[in-house]
């Protein structure tokens, strides 16, 4: 067994101060402790950025592998001084641990690599792979953590589910599973007129009054119904602005940025083709550029959604709601595999705020229930 206990091991985590990308020896410490217990360790590292895979066991017909997935690396810790307890001191205060990462999320990379380690020492013969996958780089630009890691990791490994230990709970530990998120694309939409003096309107043409009767027809637009699972695809104006910003001058364009929140009874390609057949149907003049920052994912395997729910009935007493709300995370970069991904971890109330903190009790009994679910698909 390993000679930390969760707690313990949590604490050790939050004192290194791995402001992003720097994971300031997190990796190496739980590296040694996979190893100890007979993991097979690499460790990538991409530029500034660290990354850790461990594996134990391998892929077989009629067994299941399960990948933990997480991050070593915090946000900033703010106004220093407005903290209870110093960031970094991993301060047990009454019912709390507190610290920078205390709940995003080094006390869940804690519990799950015990978890893990308690798993294969209990029984070192297991049928299938059990593996871990860490970045210092998940609150940052994340372009050199999982991003990279995965397609690196997919060329010899393959997993059919993955336990992402983010933040997910609201009000008590185990009340929320995330099981998917909506995609994220942008848009620049740019209308062209063309420019004149504001004094002789009939030799140009404004760009704002053409596209008018558009954007309000885009204020209401129904882009999909969404599914039981998700919301329907949300169409948003960020911004607008002319490329004129002289007041005797009708502008030659208008620039519109706009983001959607598309749920998978959309992709790229069907929005771009409504939002074209909109502005064909308004006869504007355009052009688009897109940005497609990340495509939804939807977990369904219902032998994991099993394990999850038994497990945190077990141990908390209590049925999850899963949903598919918040923002993006590194799911993301896993489910593009054909992972089929769920997020499990603390409560998320006090996470990038000033003294954040989790429950000790909850520290404990996230390992308990990571413990199961890893008994039950294995
Ligand atoms: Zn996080």
């Known amino acids: 067994m390993s000679k930390y206990d969760v707690i313990a091991l949590s604490q050790e985590l939050i004192k290194r101060q791995s402001i992003t990308p720097d994971d300031a020896g997190c990796q190496p410490l739980l590296a040694q402790l996979l190893i100890d217990a007979g993991f097979q360790i690499e460790h990538k590292r991409f530029v500034k950025v660290d990354n850790l895979f461990a594996w134990h066991g391998q892929e077989c017909k009629n067994s299941k592998s399960l990948l933990f997935a997480g991050h070593t ?3 900033p810790v703010g106004d220093e001084s407005a903290w209870k307890h110093p960031p970094f001191s991993a301060v047990i205060d009454g019912d709390y641990l507190y610290g920078r990462g205390a709940a995003d999320m080094k006390s869940a990379v804690a519990a799950f690599t015990l978890a893990m380690i308690s798993f294969v020492t209990s029984q070192p013969n297991h049928k299938g792979k059990i593996a871990l996958m860490l970045t210092s780089d998940e609150e940052g630009v994340a372009t050199d953590g999982i991003k990279k890691m995965m397609p690196y990791i997919a ?31 942008h848009v620049e ?14 030799n140009a043409k404004n760009p704002v009054f053409l596209a008018a009767a558009f954007i309000e027809e885009l204020s209401h637009f129904t882009w999909d119904n ?9 169409f948003q104006i960020s911004s607008v602005k002319t490329s004129s910003n002289t007041s005797n001058i009708i502008p030659a364009d208008m620039i519109i940025v706009a983001n959607f929140r598309y749920s998978p009874e959309s992709s790229k390609q069907s929005l771009e083709q409504q939002l074209k057949q909109l502005l064909n ?30 497990s945190i009935g077990e141990i908390c007493h209590i049925k999850p709601d899963f949903n598919t709300a918040g923002g993006t995370s590194d799911g993301r970069f896993i489910a593009q595999y054909g992972v089929d991904v769920v997020e499990l971890g ?24 990571y ?8």
Not at 189 to 202: M, S
């Open 281 to 310: 149907k308004h006869a504007l003049n355009y052009s688009l550029s897109w940005n497609l920052s990340g495509l939804p994912f939807y977990s369904q395997s219902q032998h994991l959604h099993t394990a999850v729910t038994q």
């Open 155 to 185: 060329k010899e490994h393959t997993f059919d589910y993955c336990l992402v230990g983010e933040p997910s709970s609201s009000l008590t530990l185990g009340d929320v599973v995330r099981i998917g998120r909506r995609g994220s694309l």
């Open 346 to 369: 603390v409560i998320n109330k006090t996470i990038h705020q000033i003294d954040e903190c989790v429950l000790v009790e909850d520290i404990r009994n996230l390992e308990k229930i």
């Open 371 to 378: 413990q199961r679910i890893i008994s039950k698909i294995l």
């Open 73 to 75: 690396d915090v946000v």
């Open 189 to 202: 939409i740019t209308i062209h007129g063309k420019q004149g003096h504001v004094a002789y309107p009939q």
């Open 226 to 234: 969404g599914n039981n699972d998700f919301p329907p695809t949300s």
